[in-house]
């Protein structure tokens, strides 16, 4: 199965504007995208995408050996970005996403000109000089409440990592795409997800760089993004006047315009 089958790409836009591929994070898909989509698509090309074993992608090609690892995840990346030949792109990725997309841009720095990190967080776990958001001992609760009973963990949790409890419409569609992912590969994404550290690559970043967090997020906390913003040398920073982990579904016409704003500054 070809690779662009096998992960679901969809490519919408103005042909001749500037690719954009836009990665999703854990226990979503390209659909969550929807909400930018269109105005993004009014000035670029755009590469959407299912990681494997997300979506509609081809979930016989999923292992857990192989996404065990961020690295796993990048290669979806530099596989698309591959077989469609880029050169250049800009890469947004959302969430874990983001730090997949260091990643791959670094794997292939002629493929991924520019990236937008969006709510990006490189560890999750607090350390004496690091605020992730989580103790060790939350984020081993948080993996076995999932392991033990992941549509269960689905429910209680995607109304927390979404905010803005006067819309439970969006935490239920959070839920809805947590539901639609196979329990297996959630568990591994997750574990994966969670328990990763990729403060050190940080460093290996050098194309310009967009930082969007929102003002309250209990997933990447303010104290994250000024970490990640002071870490990638020459990024620009900016706080959405949003809450939780998902602005592109909470603030799309404010996402849309910061990225837009931040690509065309680029030209």
Same mark, same amino acid.
Not at 51 to 65: F, I, K, N, T
Not at 77 to 103: N, Q
Not at 135 to 146: F, G, W
């Given at each position: 199965?070809?690779?662009?089958?096998?992960?679901?790409?969809?490519?919408?836009?103005?042909?001749?504007?500037?690719?954009?591929?836009?990665?999703?994070?854990?226990?979503?898909?390209?659909?969550?995208?929807?909400?930018?989509?269109?105005?993004?698509?009014?000035?670029?090309?755009?590469?959407?995408?299912?990681?494997?074993?997300?979506?509609?992608?081809?979930?016989?090609?999923?292992?857990?050996?192989?996404?065990?690892?961020?690295?796993?995840?990048?290669?979806?990346?530099?596989?698309?970005?591959?077989?469609?030949?880029?050169?250049?792109?800009?890469?947004?990725?959302?969430?874990?996403?983001?730090?997949?997309?260091?990643?791959?841009?670094?794997?292939?720095?002629?493929?991924?000109?520019?990236?937008?990190?969006?709510?990006?967080?490189?560890?999750?776990?607090?350390?004496?000089?690091?605020?992730?958001?989580?103790?060790?001992?939350?984020?081993?609760?948080?993996?076995?409440?999932?392991?033990?009973?992941?549509?269960?963990?689905?429910?209680?949790?995607?109304?927390?990592?979404?905010?803005?409890?006067?819309? +439970?419409? *969006?935490?239920? /569609?959070?839920?809805?795409?947590?539901? $639609?992912?196979?329990?297996?590969? @959630?568990? #591994?994404? !997750?574990?994966?997800?969670?328990?990763?550290?990729?403060?050190?690559?940080?460093?290996?970043?050098?194309? +310009?760089? *967009?930082?969007? /967090?929102?003002?309250?997020?209990?997933? $990447?906390?303010?104290?994250?993004? @000024?970490? #990640?913003? !002071?870490?990638?040398?020459?990024?620009?920073?900016?706080?959405?006047?949003?809450?939780?982990?998902?602005?592109?579904?909470?603030?799309? /016409?404010?996402?849309?315009?910061?990225?837009?704003?931040?690509?065309?500054?680029?030209?």
């Amino acid at each position: 199965m070809g690779i662009l089958r096998r992960n679901n790409v969809r490519i919408i836009g103005q042909e001749s504007g500037r690719t954009m591929v836009l990665a999703h994070g854990f226990g979503c898909d390209q659909n969550l995208w929807r909400l930018v989509a269109p105005g993004l698509a009014r000035h670029f090309r755009l590469v959407l995408f299912d990681y494997v074993g997300s979506g509609r992608s081809d979930l016989a090609a999923w292992q857990e050996e192989r996404y065990a690892t961020l690295d796993g995840y990048a290669q979806d990346v530099v596989d698309v970005c591959a077989e469609l030949d880029l050169r250049d792109a800009v890469f947004v990725g959302h969430s874990v996403s983001a730090m997949v997309g260091v990643l791959a841009a670094a794997a292939v720095p002629d493929r991924i000109g520019s990236m937008v990190m969006v709510c990006p967080s490189p560890s999750y776990i607090d350390e004496e000089d690091y605020r992730g958001g989580f103790t060790t001992a939350d984020i081993h609760e948080l993996l076995d409440s999932l392991e033990a009973n992941y549509l269960g963990w689905s429910a209680a949790m995607a109304p927390v990592i979404m905010g803005n409890p006067d819309r +439970p419409e *969006l935490g239920a /569609e959070l839920a809805h795409s947590f539901c $639609a992912t196979d329990p297996d590969i @959630a568990r #591994v994404f !997750a574990r994966t997800t969670f328990l990763s550290d990729s403060r050190q690559d940080l460093k290996t970043v050098a194309v +310009p760089t *967009l930082v969007l /967090e929102c003002e309250q997020d209990v997933i $990447a906390p303010r104290e994250v993004g @000024a970490y #990640v913003h !002071a870490a990638v040398a020459g990024s620009r920073l900016i706080t959405l006047a949003a809450t939780g982990h998902c602005p592109q579904l909470s603030a799309p /016409e404010a996402t849309t315009r910061a990225i837009t704003t931040f690509v065309e500054e680029l030209e």
